[in-house]
């Protein structure tokens, strides 16, 4: 979302993620019971991405693309500290909202947290499609975002509509963040192994196809473990380098994805 806003890649979205993750956490260390949490950190993280847009982003954004990317990876390093310093760097539990009793389909088991995450992800996708395809506010965000110079022409506050993108991104990053927290645990760096594979889910399905994204990562995911397994010099040790590999394979071959909009740009 922000990338089709903004044309930039927000280097900072997986530390936006964890941030709002321990957020949830402390609700939950609070006594407040999850779903209760977990729609308050949404809440929270989507204010909280409407102002880092509002203060940080905004005043260099007719800055050169260099410098708004240099702006995003300050970002990711201040939250990351912060966190650190609030919150230290020692793992933590997160619990999970689904049954800890594996959910048995025939000879075959599948976690109840896995179902449920892919389950949130793809409820959260439909309702982006809703609000984008159906909503005034989502029609005038997707105008914004391809044509700013008409948009404003037709009275569309295209600054509004870039912040309400980074507030939206912000709170499905932090939908991701807790559910990603129970698997791989709560600490300051628990986003960036996850971060690669997000950039090469979105990069292998197109940074401009939301869709594209999700059943790209299920794409890099499946190749991934399938490499792993059959692969023997890669095994569960180099994994992480076969999502690199993709990405660098999909720029090469179709930069756009493979649901992904080109962009043609003639001279």
Partial sequence: MIYQATDVVNFAQGEMAMFSTYLAWSMLNAGLPYWVAFFATLAVAFVGGLLLE??????????????????????????????????????????????EKPIRVGNIYFGAHDLGAIAVTLVVLVLLYLFFRYTTLGLAMRA???????????????????????????????????????????????MAGILIYAFASATLGGFTSPGGAVLGGFLVGVTENLVGTYVKFIGTELKLTVALAMILIVLLVKPSGLFGRAIVHRV
């Fill in 144 to 190: 914004a975002a391809q044509n700013p110079a008409s948009s404003r022409l037709v009275g569309i506050r295209v600054g509004w509509m870039l912040a309400l993108g980074w507030g939206l991104a912000a709170m499905v990053g932090a939908v991701a963040g807790m559910m990603i927290a129970p698997v791989v645990f709560l600490d300051p760096n628990m």
């Fill in 54 to 99: 509002r203060v940080v982003i905004r005043p260099v954004e007719s800055a050169p693309v260099l410098a708004i990317v240099i702006v995003c990876i300050g970002l990711l390093v201040i939250l990351n500290s912060v966190a650190g310093f609030l919150y230290s760097y020692i793992q933590k539990p997160f619990p999970s909202p689904f049954p």
